[in-house]
Antibody, heavy 119, light 109 residues
Framework: EVQLLESGGGLIQPGGSLRLSCEAS????????MTWVRQGPGKGLEWVST????????FYADSVRGRFTISRDNSQNTVFLQMGSLRSEDTAMYYC????????????WGQGTMVTVAS | EIVLTQSPGTLSLSPGERATLSCKASQSLGNTYLAWYQQKPGQTPRLLIYGASSRATGIPDRFSGSGSGTDFTLTISRLEPEDFAVYYC??????????FGPGTKVDIK
């Protein structure tokens, strides 16, 4: 069974840092790009960042570029999102997602990990 | 930068009625990398349509997608009680790599 399991969320003060992890199982991890999508409370979906299967190409939304870093460890089937200089507007549920079905869309979603930026 | 606009913001309909949701792009989408998702309260989004008009695995045929260029439509032919949810369109492009629309809520009239 294909599964994505996020961890690392929590309450963090503005300006702080946090690292999210997403452990994948049930598929050949290195063959797939991995993506983080977030959703603020009561808000819509926002793409955050994507990393290719080998980890060599990374992509970021303008809202997080320079503050967030995506990386992966294919030996551990895990993708990370290092978040820095956190702001209140970064408060959201962060989902780890991928295009398992090769739809050029996201058919696999983790359950999410909540990040709250507040003092 | 491509921006997706969805309308209406809220669609109030009764079970059995037809729902027509619109997604408009700020510029022509050179490909058909346009997807639709359904999200129910407390749940993760579910992929319904990819490539503008293809149903993802396991999606009932009452859901259909159409469109090209800047105008795309998700149609639910006859609303079932479980279809009342928020629907998002999403584009896979180049800059930004992925873009979501703001969503349309389909609620019970």
């Amino acid at each position: 069974e294909v599964q994505l399991l996020e961890s690392g969320g929590g309450l963090i003060q503005p300006g702080g840092s946090l690292r999210l992890s997403c452990e994948a199982s049930g598929f050949t991890f290195r063959d797939y790009a991995m993506t983080w999508v977030r959703q603020g409370p009561g808000k819509g979906l926002e793409w955050v960042s994507t990393i290719d299967g080998g980890g060599g190409d990374t992509f970021y939304a303008d809202s997080v570029r320079g503050r967030f870093t995506i990386s992966r460890d294919n030996s551990q089937n895990t993708v990370f999102l290092q978040m820095g200089s956190l702001r209140s507007e970064d408060t959201a549920m962060y989902y780890c997602v991928n295009d398992y079905g090769e739809y050029d869309a996201f058919d696999m979603w983790g359950q999410g990990t909540m990040v709250t930026v507040a003092s | 930068e491509i921006v997706l606009t969805q309308s209406p913001g809220t669609l109030s309909l009764s079970p059995g009625e037809r729902a027509t949701l619109s997604c408009k792009a700020s510029q022509s989408l050179g490909n058909t990398y346009l997807a639709w998702y359904q999200q129910k309260p407390g749940q993760t989004p579910r992929l319904l349509i990819y490539g503008a008009s293809s149903r993802a695995t396991g999606i009932p045929d009452r859901f259909s997608g159409s469109g090209s260029g800047t105008d795309f439509t998700l149609t639910i032919s006859r609303l079932e009680p479980e279809d009342f949810a928020v629907y998002y369109c999403q584009h896979y492009g180049s800059s930004p790599l992925f873009t979501f629309g703001p969503g349309t809520k389909v609620d019970i009239k």
